[in-house]
């Protein structure tokens, strides 16, 4: 039980870290001011998303002497904490969706890849806030009101640059053949999920898709693009199977933490 | 230094009063109610934070110069917890603080059970320039300098300013 819930708590985090740092790669790079300053927003906000997972990660970790634990980081590192979590695990530990890791790609499938996430993060949070585990309820509840502001601000782009000009509207459509593939994952429930799913703590994620649809096509339409059909579907980043780019993005991320493993503010 | 064998809880709030907010220094934490609760119990005072966005950088320091202002009264026992829920809310914010935060040009929160909508395809929210008072503005950016702003400009008086979104 306790290690699903390790595990169920780390897909949660892994997913916003991961986002958070994708995202953060606009840094000084965004197409102007004031989209740069959202898109780092957006990445504050997922990363302190994935702070307060960690930490309720460590702490379950640390209380029930799980040390033997697969979930847990390296060995040799003493008890887990946040840090432990997210730069000294290697990609197979990784449990975020693999949406998440793609590179940020232009500007459109940048926005896309958000708007799809918070689309299905909005729901799947709403789920959580009523979990019988109230730590997760609590982090799901307070992150609920940043969502918001994501979702809405990504539809407004998607709108933006569908219904915008030529160049846009077909970037746009890259965008969608490039990133729907990679959708069906958060449909697909993991071991964990379901195990959390059976104890009232997590939700059942296949149920989430009906309302997820919805809420793509209405924005799709406003935006005079198509919900294509799914052809391929790739899946198993919650099970720790990831892409080539997973390596690249944690070799950057984790550089300076492994170089340095025992440095202190 | 005051006697912290015979102090009372309400003394430390007053005590934690002026201690400001990082990112809007015009504001006091306690303007935020960033503050939820103070405990007192055998000379261990206990205070209880909550961050305002899950990301908000500002934490750490707000909760060392919480630390700070109770050590330079004598406190040798200080714990600072952070709790989540409930989830920070901009109803939280004093009247005072609303008041202070116009003054320096930041327009307050719109009241959260009136104004405020995130649903798909709302309208926005009508947002008054702290300015000239008028209501004749528009959205520059759903997202300012720090987590908790956004970006707006007076379409009267021209005005580029600052609105504090309402969480």
Same mark, same amino acid.
């Given at each position: 039980?306790?290690?699903?819930?390790?595990?169920?708590?780390?897909?949660? !985090?892994?997913? $916003? *870290?991961?986002?958070?740092?994708?995202?953060?790669? #606009?840094?000084?790079?965004?197409? =102007?001011?004031?989209? +740069?300053?959202?898109?780092?927003?957006?990445?504050?906000?997922?990363?302190?998303?994935?702070?307060?997972?960690?930490?309720?990660?460590?702490?379950?970790?640390?209380?029930?002497?799980?040390?033997?634990?697969?979930?847990?980081?390296?060995?040799?590192?003493?008890?887990?904490?946040?840090?432990?979590?997210?730069?000294?695990?290697?990609?197979?530990?990784?449990?975020?969706?693999?949406?998440?890791?793609?590179?940020?790609?232009?500007?459109?499938?940048?926005?896309?890849?958000?708007?799809?996430?918070?689309?299905?993060?909005?729901?799947?949070?709403?789920?959580?806030?009523?979990?019988?585990?109230?730590?997760?309820?609590?982090? !799901?509840?307070? $992150? *609920?009101?940043?969502?918001?502001?994501?979702?809405? #601000?990504?539809?407004?782009?998607? =709108?933006?640059?569908? +219904?915008?000009?030529?160049?846009?509207?077909?970037?746009?459509?890259?965008?969608?053949?490039?990133?729907?593939?990679?959708?069906?994952?958060?449909?697909?429930?993991?071991?964990?999920?379901?195990?959390?799913?059976?104890?009232?703590?997590?939700?059942?994620?296949?149920?989430?898709?009906?309302?997820?649809?919805?809420?793509?096509?209405?924005?799709?339409?406003?935006?005079?693009?198509?919900?294509?059909?799914?052809?391929?579907?790739?899946?198993?980043?919650?099970?720790?199977?990831?892409?080539?780019?997973?390596?690249?993005?944690?070799?950057?991320?984790?550089?300076?933490?492994?170089?340095?493993?025992?440095?202190?503010? | 230094?005051?006697?912290?064998?015979?102090?009372?809880?309400?003394?430390?709030?007053?005590?934690?009063?002026?201690?400001?907010?990082?990112?809007?220094?015009?504001?006091?934490?306690?303007?935020?109610?960033?503050?939820?609760?103070?405990?007192?119990?055998?000379?261990?005072?206990?205070?209880?934070?909550?961050?305002?966005?899950?990301?908000?950088?500002?934490?750490?320091?707000?909760?060392?110069?919480?630390?700070?202002?109770?050590?330079?009264?004598?406190?040798?026992?200080?714990?600072?917890?952070?709790?989540?829920?409930?989830?920070?809310?901009?109803?939280?914010?004093?009247?005072?603080?609303?008041?202070?935060?116009?003054?320096?040009?930041?327009?307050?929160?719109?009241?959260?059970?009136?104004?405020?909508?995130?649903?798909?395809?709302?309208?926005?929210?009508?947002?008054?320039?702290?300015?000239?008072?008028?209501?004749?503005?528009?959205?520059?950016?759903?997202?300012?300098?720090?987590?908790?702003?956004?970006?707006?400009?007076?379409?009267?008086?021209?005005?580029?300013?600052?609105?504090?979104?309402?969480?």
């Amino acid at each position: 039980m306790t290690s699903s819930l390790i595990n169920y708590t780390l897909h949660l !985090a892994d997913n $916003s *870290l991961i986002l958070g740092h994708r995202n953060s790669e #606009w840094c000084g790079h965004g197409p =102007i001011l004031e989209q +740069d300053i959202a898109i780092t927003n957006i990445s504050l906000d997922l990363i302190g998303q994935a702070r307060n997972f960690y930490q309720y990660a460590a702490r379950l970790a640390n209380t029930n002497n799980n040390q033997g634990s697969e979930a847990l980081p390296l060995a040799g590192f003493g008890e887990a904490n946040e840090d432990s979590f997210a730069y000294f695990r290697n990609s197979e530990d990784f449990k975020n969706i693999l949406l998440v890791e793609l590179p940020k790609g232009d500007w459109a499938q940048t926005i896309l890849r958000q708007f799809l996430f918070s689309c299905w993060q909005n729901l799947l949070f709403e789920k959580l806030s009523a979990s019988n585990d109230q730590q997760i309820a609590a982090i !799901a509840t307070k $992150s *609920l009101k940043e969502i918001a502001y994501h979702l809405r #601000w990504s539809s407004e782009w998607v =709108i933006r640059l569908g +219904d915008g000009t030529q160049e846009s509207h077909m970037r746009m459509e890259n965008a969608i053949n490039e990133l729907w593939s990679y959708t069906e994952e958060f449909f697909v429930p993991a071991t964990y999920e379901m195990e959390m799913l059976n104890n009232g703590v997590g939700t059942d994620v296949s149920l989430l898709k009906a309302g997820w649809m919805q809420n793509v096509g209405k924005v799709f339409s406003e935006a005079g693009l198509t919900i294509p059909a799914l052809t391929t579907i790739y899946t198993g980043g919650k099970e720790g199977r990831h892409t080539e780019h997973m390596h690249q993005l944690l070799i950057e991320l984790q550089s300076v933490a492994r170089a340095h493993p025992t440095a202190t503010w | 230094m005051v006697d912290v064998k015979n102090i009372s809880v309400d003394q430390i709030w007053n005590m934690l009063k002026d201690v400001p907010d990082p990112e809007v220094p015009v504001l006091t934490v306690q303007d935020l109610g960033i503050i939820r609760d103070i405990h007192l119990r055998d000379e261990v005072v206990e205070v209880v934070i909550t961050p305002t966005y899950s990301g908000c950088p500002a934490m750490d320091m707000i909760a060392a110069n919480i630390r700070l202002v109770l050590l330079e009264n004598g406190f040798k026992n200080i714990q600072i917890t952070t709790v989540l829920s409930p989830a920070w809310t901009t109803d939280w914010m004093s009247e005072e603080g609303k008041e202070k935060l116009k003054a320096y040009g930041i327009a307050p929160p719109n009241p959260r059970q009136q104004v405020c909508n995130n649903e798909l395809f709302a309208a926005h929210e009508v947002v008054q320039c702290p300015r000239c008072n008028s209501y004749h503005t528009h959205r520059v950016s759903e997202f300012g300098s720090t987590a908790c702003k956004a970006l707006y400009q007076c379409d009267e008086c021209s005005e580029p300013f600052d609105y504090f979104k309402c969480h």
